[in-house]
């Protein structure tokens, strides 16, 4: 039994494969508050959601295919919680079965096996029902699948089985074991055998009574003969006591992922809630092959600074989006007036793409996005406290370490990288990195306040400008970079005078027509 929630022919890997950069990217892009409202306390959907969003897909067929199941699940959203309530339950309960004994023993690994059996049968069957009654409900060919994959093996047929074996592995009776006795005498080759009728007529009851077949009672006080019994009970009873124990294993297996499958896609609707808590709007992206270059969005936001800076109910920080129409070009240069919305948007940029990529919505109401084989970041660091290194070389450190992980169609975001020398060294080094990553296939967004930088690209055909607005709209506009931040305009707002002079602000103002 497979659930193949996730990907159309294959389970999740056992073990995680995050991008080889996670930390950064965690850190970087603020992944956390958007990992923990997927997670709403609970800390396994949080790990599940922070391993799908690590591990982006690369191939449009399948970021479609988690995009319809996760369609089907806001759709269903009420059975959707119940299947997964129900593989909870299963996994909750079998872990509460006293077994710490049945690694030494047989006839305790067969009991053990035989009450976490019956439990995941009974979850087993209310599987059913629900497949049986809502499968019509679901569009998805993940549930399609998964549903009717359960119809057909979980049938009368499978359960009345399970049943028949269930009575005869619990031994209310005596067991039955054959045996071969070898040249000393010694029990050998012990095998657990089924009798021919569980339930034995009149006649056959009368004629053991009449006519016992020969045996043997242990004396009460024979320890030693009690201890040898148990030993041939328990050989004889291995390679049941195996079997049954790989069978519910394999059943376990089925309740696990489908509980982690399910729980990423719940913490999905988790974060749709929280953000429709905040009257932020969500979409279904649509993603492009790496072939083909394309970037576009209506009203992209930060998610993350949606749910930190505002409550639920839509009061607090009113957080703008960003229109944008990129088409083709491989170069997004951003620049601007300082705390203008550069960084929220790059970040916004990467949280989206690795949303995308994870078969999740956006946080804008349209986007159109290619498909990155892996989303590196550089962002600015504050200054090495233990004096190891300069920033300047810990910028360029990290930027070798990204250069031997980084791959072609991958999206790389800078943020203010470099920016820790001269402008004309820092430019020039920034101008040949970013023209080196462009030459192999690599998409970059770099927020910078190096206007020798981001002129070097104007009239370059790679190269798409935005820039904030000295107003503070926190909105990008399209347009070349300007050989200002407008610094100037933060200065007399925080110190209420002008920077050139030391005049108060008030004073400048009314002075400075004349």
């Known amino acids: 039994m ?57 191939d449009v067929d399948d970021i479609l295919y988690r995009q319809q199941v996760l369609s089907d699940c806001m759709r269903n959203e009420g059975i959707v919680r119940e ?64 549903f ?9 047929a499978y359960f009345a089985e399970i049943d028949r074996h269930l009575r005869r592995l619990r031994f209310r ?30 006649g056959e009851r009368w004629s053991a009574l009449t006519h016992p077949i020969p045996a043997f009672r242990i004396a009460e006080r024979d320890e030693a003969g009690a201890d040898a019994l148990n030993e041939f009970r328990g050989k004889g009873m291995n390679l ?11 059943i376990l297996s089925f309740f696990s992922m489908l509980r982690l499958e399910l729980g990423f896609y719940i913490g999905c609707l988790n974060l749709i809630h929280a953000l429709d808590d905040r009257t932020q709007h969500t979409s279904m992206p649509v993603p492009v092959a790496q ?12 998610p993350s600074l949606a749910l930190v800076g505002s409550a639920a109910g839509g009061e607090g920080v009113a957080v703008v989006g960003n229109t944008i129409d990129a088409g083709s070009h491989p170069l997004m240069m951003v620049t601007g007036a300082n705390r203008g919305g550069k960084s929220t948007f790059l970040r916004s940029r990467g949280l989206a ?8 919505v956006v946080p804008a109401r349209a986007m159109t996005a290619t498909v990155a084989s892996g989303v590196f970041t550089h962002f600015k660091r504050e200054e090495d406290t233990e004096l190891a290194s300069g920033k300047f070389d810990e910028e360029l450190a990290r930027m070798n370490e990204i250069v031997g992980q980084i791959t072609p169609a991958s999206l790389m975001l ?61 909105r990008l506009v399209v347009g070349e970079p300007l050989p200002t931040s407008f610094g100037g305009d933060l200065y007399r707002d925080i110190f209420r005078t002008d920077p050139a002079n030391g005049r108060p602000v008030e004073a400048f103002a009314t002075t400075r027509g004349t």
């Not at 509460?96 to 995941?120: C, M």
Request: aromatic letters at 8%; charged letters at 25%; one cysteine or more.
């Open 173 to 202: 009776g005596s067991v039955m074991i054959s045996a071969h006795l070898d040249r000393g005498g010694k029990p050998s080759a012990l095998v657990l055998r089924r009798p021919e009728r569980e339930k034995r007529t009149i």
């Open 83 to 146: 299947l997964y309530a129900l593989a909870l339950d299963a996994f909750t309960r079998q872990r509460k079965v006293y077994g710490w004994l049945s690694d030494r023993n047989p006839g305790a690994t067969l009991s053990h096996a035989v009450q976490v059996l019956e439990i995941f049968v009974s979850e087993l069957r209310t599987l059913r029902l629900i497949a049986v009654d809502h499968a019509h409900e679901f569009e998805s060919a993940g549930f399609r699948r998964f």
């Open 414 to 474: 800078f943020n203010e990288s470099f920016a820790a020398t001269n402008e004309r060294e820092g430019s020039e080094i920034a101008r040949q990195i970013v023209r080196a990553l462009l030459d192999s296939g690599i998409r970059v967004v770099y927020v910078t306040h190096l206007y020798d930088l981001a002129h070097g690209f104007v009239g370059d055909a790679d190269a798409f400008f935005l820039r904030a607005e000295r107003e503070r709209t926190f």
């Open 291 to 302: 072939a083909q270059q394309m970037f576009a969005c209506d009203e992209l936001y930060d």
């Open 240 to 250: 049941v006591a195996d079997a049954l124990a790989r069978s519910t294993d394999h």
């Open 148 to 156: 009717e994959m359960t119809v057909r093996e979980l049938d009368d």
């Open 353 to 360: 793409q690795l949303m995308m990529q994870a078969g999740m």
């Open 2 to 58: 497979k659930t193949y929630l996730l990907f159309a022919d294959r389970d999740l890997p056992a073990e995680p494969n995050p991008l080889p950069n996670a930390e950064a990217l965690t850190e970087d892009l603020g992944l956390d508050p958007l990992i923990a409202a997927m997670g709403t306390g609970d800390g396994f959907l949080e790990d599940a959601a922070r391993r799908l969003l690590l591990e982006p897909l690369v």
